[in-house]
């Protein structure tokens, strides 16, 4: 028990983080998908995660919230070891598959999430009206989810992630096949949950997204190899995109 | 556990197999399809019975016990007298022994050759036996009685039993009616239990428990293989829903779906076979929920074994089976060889077929199939309790 020990020291001292992981590491079979992750992302960050295909964001996400269960090491959000069960209330989780009821329709999917989460009627019908607005689904409510197309299954799970308005959201890929007009609209909306004190992880690979995000972690078989603000990463490695920034870490993690 | 969430789990099941229209179709015409089809088979009575007949009586005309016995079998219906072999009129009536096995010979061959479940042989000397027998009756017999053979295939034992009881009868009633005897001893009938029953108002309460059983099985193993493999499992577990109201909300879905099919076949039975359902139909829905519920946590707890829905069908079978052979369904449990029995008591099916016949057959009350019930309501919750178990290891 001595990493869990570890971590409540952590965030005695930094009562401001919304996520904290110590040492994560997972192994499938001899694979290992996430070896020694550290992070510690304050609240109120819209925090950036980038990496090749198979780096282990995922995987690390999964694990944060709970989903999977780590090899070793140990992770907190809002002050709850993972796994979860108080703070799950709290927390939004947008899976990267799709994972949301193709055989219900979007509204039906979105009063799922909006009982589980016990919200009251009123609350639910408002939130509700702004989401499916936020992700242009409104003329779409009542379609079955399998009959709309592949960035409108993304832009509903989306929204069934933020139904609740939590305080810590996960959001693995969420602009996936997003077209790029709904995307600024996303990201306004994400600046403006950040606003509020909402704590937003995003993974994505679409450098002029990290670039929006306050912290860039920079993941590279299953380590993290820089992190940083955009500006600085960019600066320290006399680049002039995040492209290039990420390219120079991954060389000079290599040798 | 909070059960607007239970609710929720609960509703969103209930509305996306609404959404699937032919689902729907399917799990209300199953049933009644179900229901028809053994109800059609099993439900009507055997009648029309081919057989073929010897009369060697050497009796004939108004006197010959064999003519009235052959009328009486003519009348009743279950049998169905294809062609009577007669003695040729022209040696007036008499026959030598070849001829006569050559007869006999030729109405066996029609049995052997499938023309004819029987060949019913009236011997010789048939009416003079007969009159003699009931003559000597309170003295020493004088000679043998009439004698009735009857060749018979009974490779289909239900057929043979019902030639057989008929002819029996058939004899009684003519010696009663030709020679006014009456049997010095009657076994008198008195249902205690099942007045006016026939075979279907015993095989009514298994369809209905295998029915339900079948579907709420099937949804609920196919519904979470597809709840694992997309995701949607595992979003739900990162909201407040614990894994106890998951289970439970899906198992409170089934079991309504059980209850809707349970419907269909009461409703069946009773409006096109004129089942009877003594006892209280509420007591009978209800155990046909908490099947259904148990059900649910069975599906559950094998589809984590099942890594898509080609695999979880293959536990259809393997479920399904014993609850079809063992549970008591369409013959009851004292003719499953004593090896298996002990088997039948550990399939959940067993109990609700037998808790469902005891309300709608004998008009038990829920003081009479508590026992029945406790084993159904144990086996639903050890199923639950393992699922949300199960749910709570993580990879
Ligand atoms: N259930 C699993 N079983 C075995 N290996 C797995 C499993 N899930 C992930 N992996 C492996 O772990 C590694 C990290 O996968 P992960 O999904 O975390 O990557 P990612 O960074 O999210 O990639 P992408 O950008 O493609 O989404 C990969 O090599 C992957 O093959
Ligand atoms: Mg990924």
């Known amino acids: 028990m001595k990493t869990s020990k570890g971590v409540k020291r952590r965030r005695v001292e930094k009562d401001g983080d919304a996520v904290v992981a110590t040492k994560l590491r997972k192994e499938f079979g001899g694979l290992v998908a996430v070896s020694g992750l550290d992070l510690s992302i304050p609240k109120g960050t819209l925090y950036g995660m980038i990496g090749p295909n198979g780096s282990g964001k995922t995987t690390a996400i999964k694990m944060i919230v709970g989903r ?20 799950l209330a709290d927390i939004g989780y947008m899976p990267q598959e799709m994972a949301i009821y193709t055989d219900l329709t979007v509204s039906e999917n979105l009063q799922l999430f909006g009982s589980l989460y016990s919200m009251e009627r009123e609350a639910y019908i408002k939130r509700e009206e702004a989401l499916l607005s ?86 590279r078989q299953g380590k993290l190899i820089a992190e940083g603000r955009p500006e600085e990463l960019m600066e320290r490695t006399s680049t002039s995109n995040l492209e290039d920034a990420f390219l120079e870490y991954s060389w000079r993690d290599s040798v | 556990m909070k059960w607007t969430r239970v609710l929720a789990i609960a509703r969103k099941t209930l509305r996306s197999l609404k959404h699937d229209r032919r689902t729907v ?32 009586d050497e009796s004939d005309g108004n006197s010959s016990a064999a003519e009235a016995v052959l009328a009486e079998l003519r009348a009743g219906g279950i049998l169905k007298v294809e062609r009577v072999y007669l003695l040729d009129p022209e040696t007036d009536g008499y026959l030598g022994a070849t001829d006569q096995a050559a007869l006999v010979g030729s109405a066996v061959s029609e049995v052997e050759s499938g023309d004819a479940w029987a060949a019913i042989v009236f011997w010789g000397n048939f009416t003079e036996n007969v009159a003699q027998s009931v003559e000597d009756i309170g003295s020493v017999p004088t000679g043998g009685p009439g004698t009735i053979t009857v060749y018979i295939d009974a490779s289909n034992s239900n057929i043979a039993q019902a030639v057989m009881g008929e002819v029996r009868l058939t004899v009684q009633e003519v010696v009663v009616s030709e020679y006014h ?52 499992l595992d979003r739900l577990l990162t909201t407040p829903a ?71 069908v293959q536990f259809m079978p393997i479920i399904l089976f014993p609850s079809i052979l063992l549970a008591g369904v369409f013959w009851p449990i004292e003719a499953v060889p004593d090896l298996l029995r002990p088997v039948s008591y550990f399939v959940p099916l067993t109990y609700a077929v037998e808790g469902c016949r005891s309300v709608m057959v004998r008009g038990w009350g829920l003081g009479d199939v508590w026992l029945q019930l406790a084993v159904l309501v144990g086996f639903a919750a050890v199923m639950l309790l393992l699922s949300a178990l199960s749910l709570k290891k993580r990879r």
């Open chain 2, 242 to 312: 614990t894994e106890g109201e998951i289970v439970a909300g899906y198992a409170l879905a089934l079991g309504l779906v059980g209850l809707i099919q349970s419907t269909v076949i009461l409703v069946t039975a009773v409006a096109l076979f004129q089942v009877q359902i003594v006892g209280s139909p509420l007591l009978v829905l209800l155990i046909i929920f908490v099947l259904g519920a148990g059900n649910q946590g069975l599906g559950f707890l094998l589809s984590s074994n099942a890594k898509n829905e080609f695999q979880a």
């Open chain 2, 181 to 232: 005897v009456l049997p010095p001893i009657t076994v008198a009938e008195d249902r205690v239990y099942g007045e006016g029953a026939e075979f279907i108002d015993f095989f009514a309460p298994g369809v209905m428990g295998l029915a339900a059983m079948m579907v709420t099985f099937m949804l609920s193993i196919i519904s979470f293989v597809h709840e694992r493999s997309t995701g949607t």
């Open chain 2, 25 to 56: 179709g399917f799990l209300v015409l199953m049933p009644l399809f179900m229901i028809t089809i053994f109800g059609y088979t099993f439900g009507g009575s055997i009648k029309d019975v081919s057989v073929v007949v010897v009369n060697l």
């Open chain 1, 134 to 219: 936020m992700v242009d689904l409104s003329e779409r409510r009542d379609s079955l989810v399998s009959q709309l197309s592949g960035g409108m299954k993304h832009r509903a799970s989306l929204a069934c992630a933020m139904i609740h308005d939590p305080e810590v959201l996960f959001l693995d890929e969420p602009t996936v096949g997003v077209d790029p007009e709904l995307r600024v609209g996303f990201w306004q909306n994400f600046a403006d949950l950040k606003a509020r004190g909402k704590t937003i992880i995003i993974t994505t690979h679409y450098m002029d997204e990290a670039s929006r995000c306050d912290i860039v972690g920079m993941m």
């Open chain 1, 68 to 87: 999977l269960r780590q090899t070793s090491g140990g992770a907190r959000v809002l002050g709850e070891d993972s796994p979860l069960s108080a703070r």
